[in-house]
């Protein structure tokens, strides 16, 4: 088993920063490919980012790209995602989730496992 911890959520203003941490531990072997979704109550899970732990690839929604970095501590296990140039349109329900493998995916039936989720909400 795996399991995912995220942190950093928060109350922030439009055009504030945060950054938010997933943390990993159990049973994780080799390459492997940690991604973040969000959510807002009444509509589906929607890819965000995501990297793979060997080479640091990476992939970004269009939504994102250019205001959220995501990289990751190989010593420490953990993900971050940095959020600058916050929207209230970012408001929601933030999860870290990981696969096997050096490829991200945008799909997240390809994800087996899954953190609790954090909240963050942009005010306008």
């Known amino acids: 088993q795996v399991q995912l911890v995220e942190s950093g959520g928060g109350l922030v203003q439009a055009g504030d920063s945060l950054r938010l941490a997933c943390a990993a531990s159990g049973r994780i072997f080799g390459s492997y490919v940690v991604g973040w979704f969000r959510q807002t109550p009444g509509k589906q899970r929607e890819f965000v980012a995501a990297i793979s732990w060997i080479g640091g690839i990476t992939d970004y929604a269009d939504s994102v790209q250019g205001r959220f970095t995501v990289s990751r501590d190989n010593a420490k296990n953990t993900v971050y995602l940095q959020m600058n140039s916050l929207k209230p349109d970012d408001t929601a329900v933030y999860y870290c989730?990981?696969?096997?493998?050096?490829?991200?995916?945008?799909?997240?039936?390809?994800?087996?496992?899954w953190g609790q989720g954090t909240q963050v909400t942009v005010s306008s």
């Open positions: 989730t990981t696969r096997g493998g050096n490829r991200p995916s945008r799909d997240q039936s390809n994800y087996p496992y």
